[in-house]
């Protein structure tokens, strides 16, 4: 039996299509029907105009885009033997912006898609609190992030869409007022999570071994639990269990994981297929069914996203319920929690380490327009997994822009005889509310999958 | 379609966005009786939502006074004497009565996030307690084809009642091939027009749902146009801007609310209230134009003592939009507040035309005339052309970049 599925509530939309037998599913696949054409409209423009545009491809994760933009541009300067200096304080601006647009997006993701939908499966009154809109916890979640976000408006001008970043540094220029009240927003944040998602002190949480250790509390995340264990999504969600992580930061560490082993990424080795995606004016294939591409590391899937980076960063709570649960639902949704609460104690310590008598940015001695012929490369670490951008140069004009984003590598179809890593995941659900869940453990983004 | 989008370029050449911002005191006297003659007929009306404002701010602990401050501040965003804060109040409590059905096409959820972020009383009191959001993608509570049959239900009850927020371009290159919805695949531009027909008014929110936005930046590849373009014979209102001002989203909504009609609209379709007067007109740095001290490059000494960023950039004298007042994220900054200038990005093909690595003055924009032109000084426009000059040679490089306007400016 076939069966065609909506999923909304991520943003923008997907079609989830599953063939069932014996009330499983036996396949799935995941289509994204939205495109604007990103790489196209970057043809032909001048390089510093990219600042703007990338940010645009997604209204949850512009941070990333514009930081990846920056850097990539950065590159070429790298590649031509004049590398740009970059002061600490530009350096941990960045850092920061990109931390609090992760923190803010952990949190909506977790009250607004995770919780209602998971607290649906459950008749017990006390998850009421949960139900979209009218719940007293999906209006304190929603309260908090946009609370939280603040704290980067007050130096990046706005959010979301800010382009405060540029080669050489950043535009703005924080005085010790700014640097205070982003450390009373991040506090706020930091109160709410201890409050309401952890239910105990941080100090506590980073003692912590296993989901045992959220027994007696009475936060969210002690919640989710029970309701993961209820509906066997200790068990559900499973795909390769191999990891990637392009970048590193305060937090992560680069690398990827193949049973067990770490190792280390070489950028060069990235690449992406479109063998099921559409083409822009082409007529359609049978086989081609979504606008995502598929991205692969030496011809082979990854997972990227808060799993992989608590894996290879050796994060001691998820690695230790990775070894009993894998890559389930339950270690994913609880690798996103973790290291949204790891982004709030650290990024407090970064806004700590901004010197504001240091210079914001330095100005490149050369313009990108006398470079004229160059390409460049840059990798973060977004929301949701690694973004990788690729540009080239040709008589100072944007010849090609390459976006890899991380739901390419997680959301894409499959090649060859080879599944997606979630349609992999998806494969075995019992119910289509499971599937939903699993698709959603994944942070489902629509705009930024097909750009 | 092409000529429509042209008409857009031409009517932002022209006159437009001229603006009153006192009318005389009998035109708020008749305006007032109106107001509290619709108010009075919309209490009669059974509430859509059992909830009442009221009783939200008790419950929620959120100080009268706090409330009432956030009441005279979007009285002053529409433009209204103080003598209408009660009737703004009273308007706010009753936007239970009045339908809102939000749709996605070609964007990036950027305004519905912003949306998230509106002015205190926060949002979710404000606007999902106690307005009527009948249906909207990422924030309801149903999934799948629940939401489906929700927003078919939304259109068919409030036949003729809802206000419809349309986010997102609409892609008609290749029979609308780029952007499809639902279980019947129905392409985006059947679905505007479907949820279009029945609606009391359209709103458009945001660049790419007014102009097109960046999907229709050069070459558009995928030929995605705004509502405008597309919806005929119903009150349109467009809130442009990259995202557009959530105080904006909910000011038309109360304006709505507190007259029953569409608030005044610029050439544009713009609400003169919020996009009557240019950025530049209200910046924080505008003693700097005026005294001639600018930023000539990211990082130097008047980067750092904030002074004008027009050199560097800056959009703002060509921008019509509220931002310098209104500024983003409940009020906490904007871009010219941490120096990096505005992008113009509430004005009609502002991508190609506006570029960032482009100063404005070698952009080749021909200024609107009239109007609020009329309100910078003599020696704030003498600058302007004199710096002109000084920008033109700067620009020169970086002209190659949207070949689509310059083909246009040529004609």
Partial sequence: ?451 | MVDSQDMVKKVFTQKSARIDTNKGENYYNNLFEKAKQRLSTLKKQAPLKDIDMVDVIETEGINRRDFMKWVSGTTATLMLPPMFEPLVAEATELMNRVPVVWIELQDCAGNSEALLRSASPTVDDLLFDVLSLEFHETLQAAAGHDADRQLEDAVEHFKGQYLLFVEGAIPMANNGMYGTIGASGETFHEHLMRMSKDAAAVIAVGTCATFGGIPAAAPNPTGAVGVMDLVKGKPLINIPACPANPANMVGVILHYILTGQVPELDSLLRPKFAFGYRIHDNCERRAHFDAGEFVEEFGDDGAKNNWCLYKVGCKGPMTFNNCSIIRYNEGTNWPVGVGRGCIGCSEPDFWDKYAYQRPMAGANIKAPTGGVEKTVDEFGLGLLTATAVGIGVHAVASAVAGKKSEHNEEE
């Fill in chain 1, 1 to 451: 039996m076939k069966t065609l599925n909506i999923v909304e509530r991520i943003e923008g939309e997907a079609k989830l299509v599953c063939n069932w037998e014996d009330e499983k599913i036996t396949d799935a696949q995941i289509q994204f029907l939205n495109f604007r054409g990103f790489e196209y409209i970057l043809k032909d423009k001048p390089a510093l105009d990219a600042l703007v545009y990338t940010p645009r491809i997604c209204g949850i994760c512009g941070q990333a885009h514009l930081k990846a933009t920056a850097q990539a541009l950065e590159n070429i300067y790298e590649s031509v033997n004049e590398p740009l200096y970059i002061t600490d304080k530009a350096k941990l601006l960045r850092e920061i912006g990109l931390n609090i647009e992760i923190i803010d997006s952990h949190i909506k993701w977790f009250y607004l898609f995770i919780m209602p939908d998971i607290a649906k499966l459950s008749k017990d009154e006390k998850y009421l609190k949960y139900e979209a809109i009218k719940g007293e916890s999906w209006r304190k979640g929603t309260y908090a992030a946009s609370e939280s976000i603040k704290a980067l408006a007050v130096f990046a001008g706005q959010w979301p869409h800010t382009s405060y970043m540029l080669p050489g540094g950043v535009m703005s220029d924080p005085t010790l007022f700014d640097i205070m009240t982003m450390q009373n927003y991040m506090d706020q944040t930091l109160h709410f999570i201890e409050k309401e998602l952890i239910g105990d002190e941080i100090e506590n949480y980073f003692n912590f071994n296993n989901i045992s250790d959220f027994d007696s509390l009475n936060g969210a995340l002690s919640d989710f639990i029970k309701l993961c264990l209820e509906n066997d999504f200790h068990n559900l969600g499973k795909s390769y269990n191999s990891h990637i992580v392009l970048s590193k930061n305060y937090l992560f560490e680069s690398g990827r994981i193949e049973i067990k082993n770490r190792q280390s990424v070489d950028l060069s080795l990235v690449k992406e297929e479109d063998i099921n995606s559409f083409k822009m004016n082409e007529p359609r294939r049978d086989n081609e069914y979504t606008w995502a591409k598929t991205a692969l590391y030496n011809d082979k899937p990854y997972e990227t996203g808060p799993l992989s980076r608590a894996l290879i960063s050796n994060r001691k709570l998820i690695k230790n319920m990775h070894k009993e649960y894998n890559d389930s639902v339950l270690t994913r949704v609880m690798a996103r929690m973790d290291e949204l609460i790891y982004l709030v104690f650290i990024t407090k310590k970064l806004i700590k380490q901004v010197d504001i008598s240091q210079d914001s940015f330095i100005p490149p001695k050369l313009s990108l327009k006398d470079i004229g012929t160059a390409t460049g490369i840059s990798a973060v670490e977004a929301a949701r997994g690694s973004l990788l951008h690729k540009v080239t140069l040709e008589n100072s004009i944007i010849k090609n822009y390459d976006v890899i984003t991380p739901s390419v590598w997680n959301l894409g179809p499959g090649i060859n005889e080879k599944y997606g890593i979630a349609q992999k995941a998806i494969i075995g659900a019992n119910s289509l509310e499971k599937a939903y869940i699993i698709l959603r453990s994944f942070d489902v983004c629509s705009v930024c999958t097909t750009h």
